[in-house]
Each structure stands twice: as C-alpha cells, then as structure tokens.
C-alpha cells in the first residue's frame, strides 16, 4: 500500500475520536489532494490493492457523519465523494466538464425551500443540492 503519512490527518482524526488508523489517514490525504470528487475504486486504486471497498467505504461514512466529506452523485449517476472544508451547511458546484467541485459556504434557497413544504403542511428541516454546470475554464473551451 502507498500509505502517506499525513500529521494533520491523524490529528483531525483523534480529535473527533477515532483511531488515526494508516488507511483512515491515506483516505483522508487523497480526498485533500483531489479537486475533483473520487469513487470508492478510484479511492481503492489511489490507496493501491489490498484495500477493500468495505473497509474504505465504512471510513468514508465515518467522515460524512463527521462532516468532513459528502456523497455527490455526478451526471453519470456514480456516487463520489469529496472533503469539504465547511463546518456548516454548504453546497458543492459541479462542472460537467472537467468534474471538478467547487464548495460554496452560501445558501440562498432556505427560505425558498420551506415555502415549498408549506402547502403540504410540511416543515422542510434539512436540504441537498446536485448543483451543475461548467467551471470558468470549460466555459471558454
Ligand atoms: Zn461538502
Ligand atoms: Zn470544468
Ligand atoms: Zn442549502
């Protein structure tokens, strides 16, 4: 396995109280150093063979349950996740171009979104975005 050492990984990780075990930190490098959101085989080949997609896939989860990472679904409806950087609640743009991701830290649709449950006497308490388009360098291609 090409296991990296990555001080900062293994400092994040026991801070949220897990253990930094070398696959958590090698998960937690490659989606830091991708600008575009990865598969779990794309993250199993990065990480080199022995890894099994069980295993990387349960680490994954732990990250989106701490924030750290989200599950995008991209135009070819493959699940890919990528780190986000946020604390709080935010979005990620995705350019159908080049695949890669922006993170935006704004949300201006809230307000629009509990308007849409009101008729159904809903209360809209939690939201996801697919949101697409093409990056500034796609557009000028
Ligand atoms: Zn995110
Ligand atoms: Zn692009
Ligand atoms: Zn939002």
Redesign the pocket.
Known sequence: MRLKKNPDSAISLRAAGMKATPQRCAILHVLDSSDRPLSVEDIRQELGDESGVPTIYRNLQSFVDQGWAESLVGVDQVMRFVRCHSTGHHHHLQ?E????TVEVQTCAVEASLAALGQPAGFRVTRHQLALYG??P??QHQ
């Open positions: 350019c171009g080049c695949g890669r093409l990056c360098e796609c």
